[in-house]
């Protein structure tokens, strides 16, 4: 497809289950960003990968969140031990230069659901 | 804390009118301000974007307005058409925030009347 693709689109998982997020950035695209919105709240971000490497991993809450990107294409979000306030919709985008603004662009999002 | 606000979770306009949308900031040292536009179950869409060496900036039925001694922006859609009717969100960044860490705000749905 032409756009990003994230799967799966929703995920329910029990309390204290690991979950993998995955996103497919569009093709070419070097940079790619994992966001989080809990409800009724406005995106947050979480990681920023430029290439292979995490540029910026800031925004991940604590250790129980990890992401990769081994070749620089997809990646995946991983979280450890999930808890009810880990429910939120996972959003990936990507860019082809590193900028944020106008040239990137969001997949429909994860929605996680922890029970 | 809250680093970018919008105060208003919602707003109807008539067809034909002018909708306006405004979000506050409180970090100076962001420089760059953004308007997503989101449907139900899709990703925010990118919209227009200000740097802050401006002051206003416009595409088609859609201006941004700066105004950094107040620290706020405004989205002004004219005319309005139901089509616009979606959840809109401002971001910020700045270099020494990180460019590329948006802090969003937390949406204002916009519901366009026929």
């Known amino acids: 497809g032409a756009g990003v693709s994230q799967t799966p689109s929703n995920k329910v998982t029990e309390k204290g289950k690991y979950v993998e997020l995955r996103c497919d950035p569009i093709s070419g695209h070097t940079a790619l960003y994992w966001y989080r919105q809990s409800l009724g709240q406005g995106p947050e971000f979480l990681i920023y990968?430029?290439?292979?490497?995490?540029?910026?991993d800031s925004g991940l809450p604590n250790d129980r969140f990890f992401a990769v990107r081994p070749e620089g294409s997809v990646s995946t979000l991983k979280i450890q031990r999930t808890e009810r306030g880990d429910s939120a919709v996972y959003l990936c985008a990507s860019s082809l230069s590193g900028a944020m603004g106008t040239e990137a662009f969001f997949g429909q999002g994860t929605r996680l659901t922890v029970v | 804390d809250q680093q970018v606000k919008q105060n208003s979770p919602s707003l109807s306009v008539q067809e034909g009118r002018i909708s306006i949308l405004n979000c506050d900031y409180t970090?100076?040292?962001?420089?760059?301000f953004l308007w997503y536009k989101k449907y139900p179950a899709e990703g925010p869409t990118f919209l227009i974007s200000i740097s802050s060496i401006k002051d206003k900036n416009e595409d088609g039925r859609f201006t941004v307005f700066l105004n950094k001694s107040a620290k706020h922006l405004s989205l002004h859609i004219v005319p309005s058409q139901p089509g616009d009717s979606a959840v809109y969100f401002c971001?910020?960044?700045?270099?020494?925030?990180?460019?590329?860490?948006?802090?969003f705000g937390t949406g204002t749905r916009l519901t366009v009347i026929p």
């Open positions: 971001a910020a960044s700045g270099l020494q925030t990180g460019a590329n860490n948006l802090f």
């Open positions: 990968f430029q290439g292979t490497g995490a540029a910026d």
């Open positions: 970090n100076s040292m962001f420089d760059y």
